[in-house]
């Protein structure tokens, strides 16, 4: 089993930054594919980023493709996702998520571990 707790979420205003994290334990960090997903009150979650286990791939979203950033620390065991210029139709609960595979993949069903989620709301 793998635990992934996220933290980093909050209020902001539009045109803001955040950094979220996401501390992982129970397997070898540097084994797992980790990606950031995002769901809002009524809508189906959304793939926004995910990494390799090396860094050497990462893939992000249509939607947030030049203001999002993936990143991870294998010795840390961590995962991180830097949001820049924030808009309101960022807000949303944000996941990480953990593959044990070799491919990095952009839909939920393919990810095996699943954080509480932390949440993002951006204001006007």
């Known amino acids: 089993q793998v635990q992934l707790v996220e933290s980093g979420g909050g209020l902001v205003q539009a045109g803001g930054s955040l950094s979220l994290s996401c501390a992982a334990s129970?397997?070898?960090?540097?084994?797992?594919?980790m990606g950031w997903f995002r769901q809002a009150p009524g809508k189906e979650r959304e793939f926004v980023a995910a990494?390799?286990?090396?860094?050497?791939?990462?893939n992000s979203g249509g939607s947030v493709k030049g203001r999002f950033a993936i990143s991870r620390d294998n010795a840390k065991s961590t995962a991180y996702l830097l949001v820049n210029s924030l808009k309101p139709e960022d807000t949303a609960v944000y996941y990480c998520a953990a593959r044990e595979g070799m491919r990095v993949r952009t839909t939920w069903d393919e990810y095996d571990y699943w954080g509480q989620g932390t949440q993002v709301t951006v204001s006007t």
């Open positions: 990494i390799s286990q090396n860094s050497g791939r990462t």
């Open positions: 129970g397997r070898t960090f540097s084994n797992l594919v």
